[in-house]
């Protein structure tokens, strides 16, 4: 009961921080921001919005103009279980990969997380 307006406060708190030092996104030509958003439309994340590794991730995407889809697993009961019982546990954030043949990767760790999206999208 007295955790949701503590959430809530603090969930303010790390997306105004997270809008205040976001890099903004890089600019890429129609054709490339094409190519990018067909490579990232089987990837969507799992995420609390007041998480702060989900908001250094976040970042990451936002700079490099990733546009992919956010899952809030806190609000959304579906996400939520989706997350616990597929992915293995109810943790954020977390990647969901789908590849052209259909296989599914679950990716843990903020960490890794980013390490893959700079591997697979470099920027500078
Ligand atoms: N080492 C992890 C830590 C992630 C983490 O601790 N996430 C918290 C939210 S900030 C979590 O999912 N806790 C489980 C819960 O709240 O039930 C990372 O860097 O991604």
């Not at 600019?27 to 969507?44: H, L, N, P």
């Not at 279980?81 to 990716?107: F, H």
């Not at 390490?115 to 999208?121: E, I, K, N, V, W």
Request: glycine share 6%; with cysteine; charged share 30%.
């Amino acid at each position: 009961m007295m955790l949701e307006p503590l959430r809530w406060i603090v969930g303010r708190g790390v997306l105004g921080w997270e809008i205040l030092t976001r890099n903004k996104p890089v600019e890429r030509s129609v054709e490339e921001q094409a190519i990018v958003d067909a490579a990232t439309s089987g990837i969507c994340m799992y995420e609390f919005r007041a998480c702060p590794f989900c908001m250094i991730v976040r970042k990451v995407i936002y700079h490099k103009n990733l546009n992919i889809e956010l899952r809030d697993a806190r609000r959304n009961k579906t996400w939520g279980e989706e997350l616990r019982r597929q992915g293995g546990k109810y943790q954020t954030p977390c990647l969901k990969i789908t590849d052209a043949d259909s296989n599914v990767q679950w990716m843990y760790e903020s960490k890794d997380i980013i390490a893959y999206l700079d591997q697979r999208f470099p920027t500078e």
